[in-house]
């Protein structure tokens, strides 16, 4: 049997993409890790607690959730009752703080009510998940077309649409000239809001300096900090996962409002 | 694939109208500061107009780009407006803090023609100022 967070990625790439369970996972063990030790049942219960969280906010299908944390669980208990002989049940989740995620910031929407209580509220059209390769300035544009197209389709306004479009332009071009290039994946959120996420993946240097990048002083030659942290203003939230030599994944989300 | 997006530069008397139609690549965008460049001089021009309400998406690169292309122009004696700015544009500019610094912008491509007819005659007495200015130092 391969350690927890093995088990724990496996069965989240059976819910979705390898990378995406990767940053999932990933974040998930920087909160555990803070709770404790790894392999402490401490440590464990954070992590579980922490994926949980995520995939709340991930998992917006709730029929899939709930199958994926029905998984997670089995392997949840079956981990801590081998290892620590069934004595550490899991524990409450800590107070749920979305801006523990990955090193960048998120700025948090306000959050809204669905128009009726229930929940159940007329669909638009699914639009799904829609994924655009960046390796040539000319994707750029194209991508920007398929990201208006999707806000538009899901009932964005138009300067919305615009923003979104706007951002994915910027964040396109950062990573054709800091990584030569990356793929974008869009997909469609429903929980807590409904609204357009869009998934930046490149597997270029990463961002050394974020802090510094993100700071208002910050000027680059080409324009990445105006780029970053203009996208960063226009969307509801906005996660920044880099490390140096390992790429960079940036999950931006905008809300219909 | 998006096929290469060539912009026109259109003479119109002694002005050079550029209508951006949609969100064109880096590449295409950089052709056309140089060329604009190019023409300022060949065609004599004193103004530059970009229309830009035909286009939908305008980010840090493309408004450097016009920035770039307006301080150049302004150097060879040429003043630029960027004319047509959507709304949606113009409010997704502000938001994310990015300006266009030495470009003077007007609502629509007519106030665009008025203002420089305006702005060229009173550069002509600024121009013999700065000689006059040139001629003491």
New interface residues.
């Given amino acids: 049997m391969g350690s927890i967070l093995e088990e724990s990625r496996t069965v989240l790439e059976g819910f979705f993409s390898a990378p995406i369970a990767k940053a999932i996972t990933g974040a998930a063990t920087k909160r555990a890790n803070a709770a404790g030790q790894e392999g402490d049942p401490n440590w464990s219960a954070a992590l579980f607690a922490e994926l949980t969280r995520l995939l709340a906010v991930y998992l917006p299908d709730p029929s899939r959730r709930g199958d994926c944390m029905a998984r997670l669980e089995v392997l949840g208990q079956s981990v801590i009752s081998t290892r620590f002989g069934g004595s550490a049940a899991l524990r409450p989740p800590p107070v749920p703080r979305l801006d523990s995620f990955g090193m960048g910031e998120v700025r948090k929407a306000e959050p809204r009510r669905a128009s009726s209580p229930s929940g159940e509220r007329p669909r638009a059209p699914k639009v799904g998940t829609t994924s655009v390769v960046v390796r040539d300035?000319?994707?750029?544009?194209?991508a920007?077309?398929v990201a208006?197209d999707l806000a538009r389709k899901l009932g964005f306004s138009?300067?919305d649409?615009?923003?979104m479009?706007?951002?994915v332009?910027?964040l396109a071009?950062n990573m054709l000239q800091y990584a030569g290039g990356g793929n974008i994946r869009f997909a469609e959120v429903l929980a807590p809001r409904r609204g357009l996420e869009a998934f930046f993946e490149d597997n270029g240097p990463g961002i050394a300096d974020l802090e510094g990048v993100l700071d208002p002083k910050y000027r680059s030659t080409t324009?990445m900090g105006?780029?970053l942290?203009?996208?960063k203003?226009?969307a509801d939230e906005f996660l920044i996962d880099t490390q140096p030599g390992d790429g960079t994944r940036i999950t931006m989300r905008k809300y219909v409002a | 694939m998006t096929p290469q997006v060539r912009v026109p530069v259109i003479k119109l008397r002694d002005v050079l109208l550029v209508p951006m139609r949609e969100h064109i690549d880096d590449r295409a965008m950089m052709r056309l500061v140089e060329e604009v460049g190019e023409r300022i001089s060949t065609d004599r021009a004193r103004g530059v107009i970009i229309d830009v309400s035909g286009v939908d998406v305008l980010d840090s690169f493309m408004t450097r780009a016009i920035r770039d292309l307006a301080l150049s122009a302004r150097l060879m004696g040429a003043i630029t407006y960027l004319t047509g700015l959507q709304a949606a544009v113009a409010m997704t500019l502000v938001e994310m803090g990015l300006d266009v610094p030495g470009v003077r912008t007007t609502l629509n491509l007519d106030r665009a023609l008025a203002e420089l007819e305006r702005d060229t005659k009173r550069r002509g007495i600024a121009d013999s100022e700065l000689e006059e200015l040139l001629v003491k130092n």
């Fill in positions: 300035e000319v994707d750029i544009p194209n920007c077309e208006k138009l300067v649409q615009t923003k479009a706007t951002a332009s910027e071009r324009g105006m780029g942290r203009g996208s203003r226009i």
